[in-house]
């Protein structure tokens, strides 16, 4: 059975059993979270689920995709489930008093409509979303490497932790992560399509981060759509590894330095949205009344999928898939949760 947007990897057979997938779920997100907290010298907070519309803290993602929105009766008005958090997180870094060198990270969930359902994206999100206070100083790519790398040791940890309580689980994951940016792969890779360059890149990295993501290279395109209003698209990327099961790149965390006031007026220039800056967030950043921060969102169920060497994110989250898709996944080994 062919069906559209679905990958079955041939001789595919779950690891684990119904009940040691779920164990093993709770065992990958309790690992990364409190790995990812000792690295980065975060402190867990509370998160919204929605948000109001004309305060600007939603994340717009690539511009194009609808959120889910409904009135609730007290308010008069109505509200957006968020996305993500890539702007909240910044204010309430400012709200809570925040230091530089620490952070926050939230339990974050999102519904997102209009994604495309295959082995990789589901409706519904969630992740470990982060953000931490930086300093002028730290502003650099070298900041941006060296949180990748911690977030490396993170997801490196995470696997050992799995591994060693599932013998049939694999230490796939490399220890060290490389770097490249989006105009040096496509430089590397003219004729290939941006996912194409990140499957090669993949591939021969086994764990890369893609950086430079948002603005027009060389051909006149980016490399990825990325919002005007929370990374700076010269300080920011993906972390991608390769993934044996599939035999594709699959990207566990989408992150960077955030923009500053100087980076916030010309990406919303360079994207047509400068009515954008008469937004409360918006006017905050501008008129320097939020801190400087970096962070970024790590898929919790990619994490899972990848650490319990699924072939399908519906194996360890619980979503809602279009008949053919649970058809063809159940005849090939595939139990979506």
């Known amino acids: 059975m062919s069906v559209r947007n679905l990958s079955l990897p041939e001789h595919y057979f779950s690891k684990l059993d119904i009940m040691e997938t779920e164990i093993a779920i709770k065992l990958a997100k309790d690992t990364f979270e409190r790995e990812l907290a000792r690295y980065l010298e975060l402190t867990r907070v509370s998160a919204p689920l929605f948000v109001q519309p004309e305060t600007g803290l939603n994340d717009d993602l690539n511009g194009v995709e609808r959120p889910v929105q409904f009135d609730i009766l007290d308010l008069g008005s109505d509200v957006q489930i968020v996305h993500s958090l890539a702007k909240w997180k910044r204010l309430a870094l400012a709200r809570y008093g925040f230091a530089p060198g620490t952070g926050l990270y939230t339990d974050m969930n999102a519904i997102r ?43 490196c940890k995470t696997q050992e932790t799995l591994a060693n309580q599932f013998s049939c689980l694999e230490r796939y994951l490399p220890e060290q992560i490389s770097f490249v940016t989006s105009q040096q792969l496509e430089d590397e890779y003219p004729a290939l399509s941006p996912k194409a360059r990140e499957d090669a890149a993949a591939k021969k990295y086994g764990a890369v981060f893609i950086m430079q993501i948002g603005g027009a290279l060389k051909s006149g395109k980016p490399h990825d759509g990325r919002a005007p209003d929370y990374d700076d698209w010269s300080l920011n990327g993906d972390i991608i590894i390769w993934y044996p099961v599939l035999g594709r790149a699959l990207e566990l965390s989408s992150m960077g330095i955030r923009v500053d006031a100087d980076a916030l007026r010309r990406q919303l220039e360079i994207s047509g949205h400068t009515e954008r800056a008469s937004m409360p967030f918006h006017k905050m950043l501008l008129e320097g009344r939020l801190p400087l921060t970096m962070g970024g969102g790590v898929g919790q169920s990619r994490i899972c999928m990848a650490m319990l060497q699924k072939a399908h994110i519906g194996e360890v989250q619980a979503s809602v898939w279009p008949e053919d898709m649970r058809d063809a996944c159940e005849a090939s080994g595939i139990h979506l949760l």
């Open 113 to 155: 409509r209009d994604e495309v359902l295959d082995n990789l994206h589901s409706v519904y999100v969630d992740q470990w979303d982060w953000e931490k206070v930086i300093t002028r100083e730290q502003r650099c790519a070298e900041t941006l490497k060296d949180t990748v790398r911690q977030i490396m040791k993170a997801l």
